[in-house]
């Protein structure tokens, strides 16, 4: 048996002082070497442990097996058959809490990089991949209208066509994908990925049909009446944005992370005047919240010019809900953290525009309901952090403008109510899945989510 | 993605401001008064609101009154008829709905938001509310949407700012005298739509005479959905998506000030784009 590295084999990467003024990748990907090399430290476990850790359920230890012998297209083959947005969940997925975590290797060294390797067989295929000149495939199945073209959307999208449907997808935005087009930037989730991931789905024979709002434009009822769909899946996702409800939150120059992302990654602000969206970011940006989307807009933050950006967190490092490696790239790009502080104020200039940010310290207490240490004022006074541009990022619920006058059942919270089988709503036929009934999660269990509703579909229509 | 959608007529309302009418089927069947699209007419261009100045769900038809200021509209008026308007999304926003027991509304139209006014008073009129409109412009060129006014309002009185016709003056002037002839009248409500400053002046006007009115919001959004929160406005002290929650509110409960600060955020960038 050869020997085995202990550590993971290194992601080539931008160096940070020169990434951090550009949106390109981050990550440049393994090479086919590297990724034999990688894919061979795994054990090949009798029980692998790993498996149980994937929300979708992808064959790791045979896929890894594949990469180690150089059949990448088998390989791909394998994870592509589990979900059908790898090169995305290669990239995006929170690996360290998931498969990774359970590697036996990471019992005493460093996991398998399993992520990387999923991303890298993505990559791999879509580089290889013979361009197909047959025109999109024409389904004859029942019709289902998937509403929003986020990572559950489009997953249900595949599948369902797979499965001879006709599918339509309605996207509210000008562009489809979701929080994958107008959250996600492109230094860590390139577009070019999330366009070919479209493309062949259009190839499947999905058609996706912007500028619609359900529950605007076309009504649930118009639907499944005159528009003969015999079933719908809601994957809107959450999209409404949570904002502190402190004094001066309102002030110009405070943004909803949505928004400061979208126009960065949607609309392109970077390229201001060119792209013809501008986004005003000061040379001071705090960030509130530290889960990936706070990450996103720090880093961000420095890639718009400037020169000091600062998350702002009432939790510690323990507690915080972004990936590890956003973390770590953040860090080194020069993002700084500031622990324990809880935001009290926004304090602005005679003309209304932020000049500062004021915070309490804060300190970890007696657990609380969400099982973590509840944050209290630590007693010493508050401060002011001066700052020019306020970002908050501390989450984002459903979007009730669909389920307002839709008779469909909901949480308090705004959540969809789905059966937990089928994902069937109240409403016999509308299903739903992802973060408009979860609440804000990650885009491999809204695209497993998506998954299993167009099986649910399948078996009723 | 989009084929776009295509621009069936249009026609120039004044030197500055032109007329669309836009082939949007479902827009056109769902749309109700008051309501808003959001429009972009450029592949690198910023999405911007639009109020629908009127839709006819027969035609599969939305009309729209798009006045030139910055680099979107300008580029908006440069479309010409058989072309295409990229996106256009919607209908957007809550319908205006009239207060309980209104007997008479009065419609206050600024610059081109009389275009917005239009659907508004034209409803109320044909559900049998007595309606009059104030319309006000810059000078005679500027005034539009008369005859479309005048056919559903009782009573329509045209302001210009320099005297070049109608009442000389602005339409708060014309406002206060009209509410001066109404006095202990009830039943009476005013909506208001043109820029801040004069939906402002209004409220304050129609404040002090215990008249309650509505506003027609329009601040800087992207999504239109909610889902961006840049449209936030405070009214009552509670903070408001004018894309969502809006655009109409109560005119004696929104905080201005804050609407006119945030209504300038890109000021300098608008500038350094109508250069560019």
Request: aromatic fraction near 6%; hydrophobic fraction near 40%; proline fraction near 6%.
């Amino acid at each position: 048996m050869p020997l085995k590295s202990v550590s993971k084999t290194a992601m080539p990467q931008q160096p940070p002082r020169e990434r951090a003024r550009t949106f390109d990748e981050v990550n440049l990907g393994y090479t086919e070497a590297r990724a034999r090399y990688e894919a061979s430290r795994c054990l090949q476990c009798q029980e692998p442990a790993c498996e149980a850790g994937c929300p979708v359920g992808v064959p790791i230890r045979a896929f890894l097996k594949e990469a180690a012998d150089g059949l990448f297209q088998e390989a791909f083959g394998l994870v592509k058959g589990a979900h059908p947005l790898p090169a995305m969940c290669g990239r995006v997925c929170p690996q360290e809490s998931q498969c990774e975590k359970l590697c036996h290797m990471a019992a005493r060294f460093e996991p398998v990089a399993i992520g990387h390797l999923e991303r890298f067989v993505a990559d791999w295929e879509r580089a290889h991949r013979e361009a197909k000149t047959t025109p999109p495939a024409k389904r004859s199945g029942p019709a289902v209208a998937i509403v929003g073209s986020g990572p559950a959307g489009l997953t249900a999208a595949g599948e369902l066509a797979k499965l001879g449907h006709r599918v339509t997808v309605f996207e509210a935005l000008h562009e489809p994908g979701g929080v994958l087009r107008y959250g996600i930037p492109e230094f860590r989730l390139p577009k070019a990925v999330l366009d070919d991931e479209i493309e062949q789905l259009k190839a499947l024979g999905v058609e996706i049909v912007c500028n619609v709002v359900i529950g605007k434009t076309i009504g649930l009822d118009q639907l499944m009446g005159e528009m003969g769909f015999r079933a719908v899946f809601i994957g809107t996702g959450a999209g409404l944005p949570r904002f502190l409800s402190i004094p001066g939150e309102n002030l110009n120059g405070v943004y909803s992370a949505n928004e400061f992302l979208t126009r960065i990654n949607l609309m392109k602000a970077y390229r201001f005047p060119v792209a013809h969206t501008p986004l005003k970011v000061g040379s001071r940006v705090a960030v509130v919240g530290a889960g990936n989307t706070a990450m996103d807009a720090a880093r961000s933050a420095l890639r718009m010019g400037a020169s000091e950006v600062r998350v702002v967190y009432r939790r510690s490092e323990q507690e915080m809900s972004a990936r590890e490696e956003e973390y770590h790239h953040a860090i080194e790009e020069g993002v700084l953290f500031q622990w324990l502080t809880n935001p009290a104020r926004v304090v602005g200039s005679n003309e209304g525009c932020v000049t500062g940010l004021e915070c309490q310290p804060m300190r970890l207490g007696e657990p609380d309901e969400s099982g973590r240490p509840r944050p209290e004022p630590s007693g010493e006074p508050p401060f002011i952090v001066p700052i020019d541009t306020l970002v908050v990022a501390i989450g984002t619920r459903p979007n009730r403008l669909l389920t307002k006058g839709g008779g469909l059942a909901t949480a308090s919270w705004g959540g969809l109510i789905v059966s937990d089988d089928s994902l069937e709503t109240s409403r016999p036929g509308v299903f739903a899945g992802g973060d408009a009934v979860t609440g804000a999660a990650t885009v491999i269990l809204a695209a497993g989510a998506g998954r299993r509703a167009a099986a649910a579909i399948h078996a009723k229509f | 993605m989009s084929q776009g959608f295509r621009i069936l007529k249009k026609e120039r309302l004044t030197p500055v401001t032109n007329r669309f009418v836009l082939e949007a089927p479902w827009v056109a069947r769902a749309a109700r008064p008051g309501q808003f699209v959001i429009v972009r007419v450029h592949e690198h261009g910023e999405r911007i609101p639009v109020t629908i100045a009127d839709f006819d769900p027969a035609q599969g038809t939305v009309t729209v009154v798009v006045q030139e200021v910055g680099r979107t509209s300008k580029l908006f008026g440069a479309l010409t008829e058989g072309g295409v308007v990229l996106d256009l999304v919607g209908p957007l926003g809550e319908p205006f709905r009239a207060g309980r027991g209104g007997k008479l509304v009065i419609g206050v139209g600024g610059g081109f938001g009389a275009a917005a006014l239009y659907p508004v008073v034209r409803s109320l009129h044909q559900q049998g509310v007595k309606v009059e409109a104030i319309i006000g412009a810059r000078s005679r060129e500027f005034v539009i949407l008369e005859g479309e006014l005048g056919r559903v309002c009782e009573r329509l009185t045209t302001c210009t700012d320099d005297g070049s016709y109608g009442f000389r003056g602005f339409v708060t002037d014309c406002l206060k005298l009209r509410l001066e002839e109404l006095k202990g009248q009830d039943g009476v409500e005013v909506v208001a739509v043109g820029p801040m400053p004069m939906m402002r002046a209004v409220a304050g006007l129609t404040a002090a005479y215990h008249v309650p009115t509505q506003v027609s919001l329009d601040p800087i959004m992207i999504d239109g959905t909610g889902m961006c929160g840049g449209c936030r406005v405070t009214v009552a002290s509670e903070v408001k998506f004018a894309c969502v929650d809006g655009p109409f509110f109560d005119a004696h409960q929104v905080d201005f000030a804050e609407c006119v600060r945030r209504g300038k955020m890109y000021a300098c960038e608008e500038a350094a784009a109508r250069a560019a």
